[in-house]
């Protein structure tokens, strides 16, 4: 069964700084990678999609990566902000259908 | 707006009284999915839907009952709750299951049996 994996579990940074979360999955066989944006209280937003046979994908401030054969992607996040604050989960897709979730990195952007 | 609508959002219960939880999709999405959320456990797919009366069993899908007579719906019934079916619900709906479909989802139902 897919294996996901998020680390650090809880990252802590002051505004203005780069970051960069990490996921990783045990079997490479995926159809996509999703990262989705939870807020307290609220659902999963989602923030990028990258296809299996894609390596990257960019939104505003934000680029992912995924690296299939080594069952890696990260989520970089430049110019951090306050608002940035949230649990950032990494999803995979693979032939079972569901969404095979990772346990997330809370993130928290100090002023 | 394009949106996955869960109702109630929030609920509190007693033991063994059946209740449903409502999905709605706007977006004529085939794929519908519920999932529970719990510390430390993550997200797990409980049912999921191909299609309309197309449905089947994801990980977790003891205790819990689905249908799908429309497209739009796909409600999640819950016939004699119990209290480790305390959790936080996420629907969630996407086109199709390639690769290149994103997944929507719900704003969560709390739902606390006593």
């Known amino acids: 069964k897919q294996e996901v994996t998020q680390i650090p579990a809880a990252l802590s940074v002051p505004e203005g700084e780069n970051l960069v979360l990490n996921c990783s999955f045990t079997?490479?066989?995926?159809?996509?990678l999703q990262w989705f944006r939870q807020d307290p209280g609220k659902g999963l937003t989602s923030l990028l999609l990258?296809?299996?046979?894609?390596r990257e994908q960019t939104s505003g401030r934000l680029n992912a990566s995924l690296d299939k054969s080594s069952g890696r992607s990260t989520l970089y996040i430049a110019a951090s902000q306050p608002g940035d604050s949230a649990t950032y989960l990494c999803?995979?897709?693979?032939?079972?259908?569901?969404?095979?979730f990772g346990k997330g990195t809370s993130l928290l952007v100090t002023p | 707006e394009a949106q996955v609508t869960q109702n109630p959002r929030y609920l509190i219960t007693v033991t063994g009284k059946k209740l449903t939880v409502t999905c709605s999709q706007n977006?004529?999405?085939?794929?519908m999915s519920w999932y529970r959320q719990d510390p430390g456990l993550g997200l797990r797919q409980i049912y999921y839907?191909?299609?309309?009366?197309?449905?089947d069993k994801g990980d977790v899908p003891e205790g819990y009952k689905v249908s799908r007579k429309e497209k739009r719906n796909f409600p999640l019934i819950l016939e004699s709750p119990s209290p480790n079916q305390t959790s936080l619900y996420f629907c969630?709906?996407?086109?199709?299951?390639?690769?290149?479909?994103?997944?929507?989802f719900g704003q969560g139902t709390r739902l606390t049996v006593v």
């Open positions: 969630a709906s996407s086109l199709s299951t390639g690769a290149n479909t994103e997944a929507f």
């Open positions: 079997d490479s066989a995926i159809y996509n």
């Open positions: 990258i296809q299996s046979s894609q």
């Open positions: 999803a995979v897709t693979d032939s079972g259908y569901a969404l095979n």
């Open positions: 977006m004529n999405h085939e794929y």
């Open positions: 839907s191909m299609n309309v009366e197309v449905t």
